[in-house]
């Protein structure tokens, strides 16, 4: 569904992406895992249109969208949480959802609270709920109008192990549930061997591993890359 090809993008002289390669496979849950500063978030912000890479290309469906503006992706299915919550501060829950799912069209923004468990949160603010709430609302922002591929960074960013369980289970469900196909890019591994059906792995910007998570996680490469992290 999703192919980078060679992809690299530099911010002056720190190659941040580095020839990356990958595919993603339809209906799907891919990591994108690897160490603090790896480029995950440049990968993410080259698929949704944020930034344009120096060289190689995206392909979503077969067509190339690498020089494609960000509006035009979304329109196309492509959606995107950001590693900070993205959420209006002064809106309640239940306004945010309607306006953004008027957006897109959403037709069951229902589905999407029951989905995410937000139902309590719909009458309250952001300041009102939880930071577990929190950052439920932003992935909820991301799934209105069934985005076809849905972009996750760090959704569980500053959660507790349980929290951050909790959460990958209501997006592998939901995920199942609507057909769509999910990058994740998480730093709790547990999660990510729990939810992924596959991974690749970034260092300094380049791929050192893909492939089923069970193989992943054995290879020498990445023990060493994540080796004395509290997260492995
Ligand atoms: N706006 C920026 N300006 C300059 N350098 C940047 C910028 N954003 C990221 N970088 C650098 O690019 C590299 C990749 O960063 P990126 O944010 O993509 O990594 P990441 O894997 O998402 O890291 P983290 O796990 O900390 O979120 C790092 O060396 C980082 O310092
Ligand atoms: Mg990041």
């Given at each position: 569904?999703?192919?980078?090809?060679?992809?690299?993008?530099?911010?002056?002289?720190?190659?941040?992406?580095?020839?990356?390669?990958?595919?993603?496979?339809?209906?799907?849950?891919?990591?994108?895992?690897?160490?603090?500063?790896?480029?995950?978030?440049?990968?993410?912000?080259?698929?949704?249109?944020?930034?344009?890479?120096?060289?190689?290309?995206?392909?979503?469906?077969?067509?190339?969208?690498?020089?494609?503006?960000?509006p035009r992706?979304r329109h196309l299915?492509?959606?995107?949480?950001?590693?900070?919550?993205?959420?209006?501060?002064?809106?309640?829950?239940?306004?945010?959802?309607?306006?953004?799912?008027?957006?897109?069209?959403?037709?069951?923004?229902?589905?999407?609270?029951?989905?995410?468990?937000?139902?309590?949160?719909?009458?309250?603010?952001?300041?009102?709920?939880?930071?577990?709430?929190?950052?439920?609302?932003?992935?909820?922002?991301?799934?209105?109008?069934?985005?076809?591929?849905?972009?996750?960074?760090?959704?569980?960013?500053?959660?507790?192990?349980?929290?951050?369980?909790?959460?990958?289970?209501?997006?592998?469900?939901?995920?199942?549930?609507?057909?769509?196909?999910?990058?994740?890019?998480?730093?709790?591994?547990?999660?990510?061997?729990?939810?992924?059906?596959?991974?690749?792995?970034?260092?300094?910007?380049?791929?050192?591993?893909?492939?089923?998570?069970?193989?992943?996680?054995?290879?020498?490469?990445?023990?060493?890359?994540?080796?004395?992290?509290?997260?492995?």
């Amino acid at each position: 569904m999703l192919q980078l090809d060679d992809l690299s993008f530099a911010y002056g002289s720190v190659k941040a992406v580095d020839q990356v390669s990958l595919d993603v496979a339809e209906g799907s849950i891919h990591g994108l895992i690897g160490p603090n500063g790896a480029g995950k978030s440049t990968c993410i912000d080259l698929i949704s249109g944020r930034q344009r890479p120096t060289s190689g290309s995206v392909r979503f469906r077969e067509r190339d969208i690498t020089r494609m503006a960000a509006p035009r992706r979304r329109h196309l299915g492509i959606a995107r949480s950001f590693q900070r919550i993205s959420v209006y501060p002064d809106l309640t829950v239940a306004d945010q959802l309607d306006v953004a799912g008027r957006l897109v069209g959403e037709q069951d923004v229902d589905a999407v609270v029951a989905a995410l468990a937000l139902g309590p949160s719909l009458p309250l603010t952001p300041s009102e709920i939880g930071y577990g709430e929190q950052r439920r609302v932003d992935i909820a922002l991301a799934l209105l109008g069934a985005p076809d591929l849905v972009l996750l960074d760090e959704p569980a960013a500053g959660l507790s192990r349980e929290e951050s369980i909790a959460l990958a289970d209501h997006l592998a469900g939901l995920v199942r549930e609507r057909g769509m196909t999910v990058v994740l890019v998480e730093h709790h591994l547990e999660v990510v061997y729990r939810v992924c059906d596959r991974l690749t792995v970034l260092e300094q910007g380049a791929v050192i591993a893909d492939g089923r998570p069970q193989e992943v996680r054995r290879d020498p490469r990445v023990v060493e890359a994540y080796l004395g992290r509290s997260a492995a």
